[in-house]
T-cell receptor
Framework: NAGVTQTPKFQVLKTGQSMTLQCAQD?????MSWYRQDPGMGLRLIHY???????DQGEVPNGYNVSRSTTEDFPLRLLSAAPSQTSVYFC?????????????FGPGTRLTVL | GQQVMQIPQYQHVQEGEDFTTYCNSS?????IQWYKQRPGGHPVFLIQ?????EVKKQKRLTFQFGEAKKNSSLHITATQTTDVGTYFC?????????????FGTGTRLTVIP
């Protein structure tokens, strides 16, 4: 199993550009989520999905869209990038929504918005 | 609202010294998970604590869950350079049944050889 994969690993955007961060998992996990990590802020939840066709907002959803058309894929879209979105983005998955389910993270995408 | 605070934010130790990081919550937690993130890497699950007063050990790492389930700690005995990284606690919160994981701000450990 590859686990959770993310592409690209690095990206530089100009303000106003759009892009999609890709995330895929091959563990047949129902739950997937996106976090952003900023210095001193820990990991903050952007959006999550409890299954194909179902998505919901996390702590910091503004400026981001998601969709979940398949169990495997959970892309994150930035419609109009802003410098405040410079961050490291992690995709994660869990088998389900149980409180004791542990989370598996992808390697991350390091995004810089100029 | 519910919030988990993690201290200290940074810790520098000489190799061989001990290290402890603490997570404190204003409300009772159902369970708590601990993750480690190496520099430039991604968070990796270490352990989960569920029961009040629970203590679990992984080699030189000891994890504790408070009796009131409002605090937790991670203690590393005789640190090694391989322990370098950021340690996070995380608690699941039942939002619309999803039990999203919310992470503390982390403790970044530096080990000086």
């Amino acid at each position: 199993n590859a686990g959770v994969t993310q592409t690209p690993k690095f990206q530089v955007l100009k303000t106003g550009q759009s892009m999609t961060l890709q995330c895929a998992q091959d563990m047949n996990h129902e739950y997937m989520s996106w976090y952003r990590q900023d210095p001193g802020m820990g990991l903050r939840l952007i959006h999550y999905s409890v299954g194909a066709g179902i998505t919901d907002q996390g702590e910091v959803p503004n400026g981001y869209n998601v969709s979940r058309s398949t169990t495997e894929d959970f892309p994150l879209r930035l419609l109009s990038a802003a410098p405040s979105q410079t961050s490291v983005y992690f995709c994660a998955s869990r088998a389900g929504t149980g409180r004791t389910d542990t989370q598996y993270f992808g390697p991350g995408t390091r995004l810089t918005v100029l | 609202g519910q919030q988990v605070m993690q201290i200290p934010q940074y810790q520098h130790v000489q190799e061989g010294e001990d290290f402890t990081t603490y997570c404190n919550s204003s409300t009772t937690l159902s369970n708590i998970q601990w993750y480690k993130q190496r520099p430039g890497g991604h968070p990796v699950f270490l352990i989960q604590l569920v029961k009040s007063g629970e203590v679990k050990k992984q080699k030189r790492l000891t994890f504790q869950f408070g009796e009131a389930k409002k605090n937790s700690s991670l203690h590393i005995t005789a640190t090694q350079t391989t322990d370098v990284g950021t340690y996070f606690c995380a608690d699941p919160r039942d939002q619309t049944g999803a039990n999203n994981l919310f992470f503390g701000t982390g403790t970044r450990l530096t080990v000086i050889p």
